[in-house]
């Protein structure tokens, strides 16, 4: 059974940093592209940033990019995400996912996701 488990949520002060991690188990790590998404009270999912299986390709939304920076650990089968000059709407449920694809910006093309992590940025 392939199971995401994120960490590292919590509340920051307006241009702190937080480093989330999603530890993956059950499924080969190394041969699956991975990504963020993030849900605000009352919004739909959005795309964060995804990293493809070697890390050779990464993709990250216009609001993120020079912020957060995706990495991998393929020893440890973990991905993170490095938040740094964090807003107010920053503020979401981050969620890790996993897919098949070399690298995905679409929540349709992730197969398995994580619980969820919240992560409150006060101003």
């Known amino acids: 059974q392939v199971q995401l488990v994120e960490s590292g949520g919590g509340l920051v002060q307006a241009g702190g940093s937080l480093r989330l991690s999603c530890a993956v188990s059950g499924r080969t790590f190394r041969s699956t592209a991975m990504g963020w998404f993030r849900q605000a009270p009352g919004k739909e999912r959005d795309f964060v940033a995804a990293i493809s299986w070697d890390s050779r390709l990464t993709s990250y939304a216009e609001s993120v990019k020079g912020r957060f920076t995706i990495s991998r650990d393929n020893a440890k089968n973990t991905v993170y995400l490095q938040m740094n000059s964090l807003k107010p709407e920053d503020t979401a449920v981050y969620y890790c996912?996993?897919?098949?694809?070399?690298?995905?910006?679409?929540?349709?093309?992730?197969?398995?996701w994580g619980q969820g992590t919240q992560v409150t940025v006060s101003s």
């Open positions: 996912a996993t897919s098949v694809r070399v690298i995905a910006t679409t929540g349709r093309d992730y197969d398995y």
